[in-house]
């Protein structure tokens, strides 16, 4: 019967769209045949210029006026450029506008790409005005100007790029000297109101010896002042048609949205049935009360089929709440299709977080999903096994997503806190994947772990250490050998302990030449601090140099210059380990408390000291080096 009903309202929701689509059509056809045509208005802007040569040459005495569109012109020659920009109105039929036109000239430094590296403004601009009439009663018809221009001496344009760049060491990128010509105009135009403000930049490239420039012709831009939108000719933009009909398409858009709501949940319901029905066999139905256990979700139901197997249990499907469970003594395992699909949609999200901090590119982004679903694996997984992604730098980005902090466990401690073993066992931290850290200063159990979007996670732990706690992030992988660890009560192990390198002057200067320009040399830093080969580390060093990476790059070049160093709690916000917030409360307790930084982000399990350490470590090591590049210099 409900299958039914669904179909009649999915088939009555379908005729009205259709319908909707033919009112939204005849209502845009409708418009555009009452409305009345508009003389359309373009502002052309031609750069016009003469280039005379004023010192004389063999080939060219001085007052040599020299044709545009030669391949090369000779600075032997002293030629100096006349630009005198031309504004012409194409389709002025009556009105008044008036005008004014600013010329700035400006050296700049662009790449293959024409993004830009610098800019320099080298001219005191002056503004004209002018008038633009016709049909105005006690005006001359007047549809064009043409300002007085500026003379550019391209030499001198030269020698001040080599100025610039060897005072910013980066003699990189293709130059040119460019006339940037600023218009505005203001009034009526053919009976309709006009306020505009036009660029036009015509750029002159400059070598070593000559310059090259595009002929006048080739440099005309044509602006629309009054474009006619009834011309069915594709001049009509989209967001005029929506504007000009808004009804008919907020209707047939509602429509739309009730239609993909409701095939998307039938859909939904369609291939959970489907899913139940695959896996009947193996499934009882029945209601499922659950109190004082452990509760673990299972994200689809063979996973939860398969572990029913492997425990020798049925799995049992609750009625009401439409969940599966298979139950053991200490342990719920749940499968519930809202929560799990919620989940899913939730991690597809951090493939475009990755992109958009460049920790991957698109290119590892494709190849990591195509792998995901070869293997049935997670994102993250997919993409440390293929080499694209350490731990570290995965966990921490998914805590900053959570909005939680990212702790390293530091597997060298002396001794770790064992209190809470008689309320949860090592086996029940492993599956639930945490391990407790210790109370820190506000009386918060601090509890480490990888499964973060687990919500049930965080009441299973109250519930078992009967405290207030607090989650924090850390890599699987290092929760697992600290909870090893304190089973075998094996605490000491050797530490490296770690110093400045030497470098040479080359790789010096290679560093700080990189710096100044906002990037990090990641493999001379490694260097440095004393990894020769990225797999020595393990994982963390490498995170925090993306971290300070972001830094640098957003640092101004003055700062860069005067080898500005960046403290720890930077450091850490960028790498991902401490949020906004817990750094606002840090450095509040800290003006109360009688202990450093550091000491307080270890005593209050906010960062381990072995992180402390090597975040310390590489910007002592940056600050050697740059130390070191300067006074070798």
Same mark, same amino acid.
């Given at each position: ?14 005729? *009205? ?46 007052? !040599? ?6 391949? %090369? ?35 700049? %430094? ?105 002929? #006048? ?44 709501? =409701? ?14 029905? $695959? ?88 190849? @990591?999903?195509?792998?995901?679903? $070869? ?71 601090? =509890?480490?772990?990888?499964?973060? #979007?687990?919500? %049930? ?37 050797? !530490? ?7 470098? #040479? ?26 990894? =020769? ?34 403290? *720890? ?22 003006? *109360? ?22 975040? @310390? ?17």
């Amino acid at each position: 019967m409900n299958r039914v009903r669904n179909k009649s309202i999915i088939i009555l929701i379908i005729a *009205l769209l259709i319908l909707s689509f033919q009112w939204t059509y005849w209502s845009i056809q409708s418009n555009n045949n009452t409305s009345e045509p508009i003389q359309e208005l373009f502002l052309t802007i031609t750069p016009e210029y003469k280039i005379t040569s004023n010192k004389d040459l063999r080939i060219w005495p001085a007052g !040599t006026v020299f044709k545009q569109g030669m391949v %090369a012109y000779f600075y032997a020659a002293l030629p100096e450029i006349n630009v005198t920009p031309l504004i012409e109105l194409d389709g002025f039929e009556n009105g008044l506008l008036e005008g004014s036109i600013e010329i700035q000239v400006y050296i700049q %430094a662009i790449d293959d790409k024409s993004q830009v590296y610098w800019t320099y403004q080298i001219n005191n601009p002056r503004i004209r005005t002018f008038t633009l009439s016709k049909g105005i009663e006690g005006k001359a018809d007047q549809s064009e100007f043409r300002t007085l221009g500026v003379s550019l001496d391209v030499l001198s344009a030269y020698e001040l790029v080599n100025e610039v760049r060897e005072e910013l060491m980066f003699p990189a990128g293709f130059f040119q000297l460019v006339v940037s010509s600023i218009i505005r105009v203001d009034g009526t135009a053919n009976g309709v109101p006009i306020e505009r403000e036009i660029v036009q930049e015509f750029p002159i490239s400059l070598q070593t010896n000559t310059f090259s420039i595009s002929k #006048s012709i080739d440099a005309v831009s044509q602006v629309p002042l009054i474009i006619d939108s009834n011309n069915l000719g594709g001049e009509m933009s989209f967001l005029d048609i929506i504007r000009e009909n808004l009804f008919p398409v907020s209707v047939s858009f509602v429509l739309i949205i009730i239609l993909i709501s =409701i095939l998307s949940r039938n859909l939904s319901k369609s291939k959970a049935a489907i899913e139940h029905k $695959r896996y009947k066999e193996w499934i009882t139905e029945g209601n499922v009360t659950i109190t004082g256990k452990l509760l673990v979700n299972i994200l689809n139901l063979q996973g939860l089929v398969d572990l029913a197997i492997d425990l020798d249990k049925r799995v049992i499907f609750d009625i009401k709440t439409k969940k599966y469970f298979v139950l053991t003594e200490d342990i719920v395992y749940v499968y519930d299709i809202a929560h799990s699909t919620a989940l899913l949609e939730n991690k597809q999200q951090l493939g475009k977080v990755l992109l958009e901090r460049r920790l991957i590119s698109p290119e590892q982004l494709e190849t @990591g999903l195509y792998y995901q679903q $070869r293997m049935g694996i997670r994102l993250g997984e997919s993409l440390m096994a293929l080499g694209f992604m350490n731990e570290t730098t995965l966990y921490s980005t998914l805590a900053s997503q959570k909005k939680i902090e990212y702790y390293e466990p530091d597997l060298d401690m002396d001794n770790y806190d064992t209190s809470w073993i008689n309320k949860m066992s090592i086996q029940q931290a492993k599956t639930l994947m945490v391990v407790p850290v210790g109370k820190r200063i506000d009386g918060k159990y601090v =509890i480490a772990c990888s499964e973060i #979007s687990n919500d %049930a996670i965080v009441e299973t732990l109250q519930e078992l250490l009967v405290t207030e706690i607090q989650i924090i992030a850390a890599a699987p992988s290092r929760i697992y050998e600290m909870l090893d660890r304190i089973e075998k009560y094996n605490y000491k192990t050797t !530490t490296k302990e770690t110093e400045f390198q030497n470098l #040479s002057k080359n790789e010096l200067k290679q560093f700080s030449n990189a710096y100044y320009r906002g990037v990090i040399e990641q493999d001379i830093l490694l260097k440095a601090v004393g990894i =020769i080969n990225k797999k020595d580390d393990n994982g963390e060093i490498i995170n925090l140099i993306k971290g300070l990476e972001k830094i640098i790059e957003k640092m101004s070049w003055k700062d860069r210059n005067e080898n500005y160093i960046p403290d *720890l709690l930077d450091l850490l916000i960028e790498s991902n380990y401490l949020t906004q917030e817990t750094v606002e409360w840090v450095n509040k307790e800290i003006s *109360l408390e009688k202990v450093t930084l550091n000491q307080f982000l270890s005593l209050n399990y906010i960062v381990s000291e072995n992180t402390i350490k090597n975040a @310390g470590l590489l910007l002592t090591t940056l600050e050697n080096i740059l130390n070191i590049s300067r006074n070798e210099t």
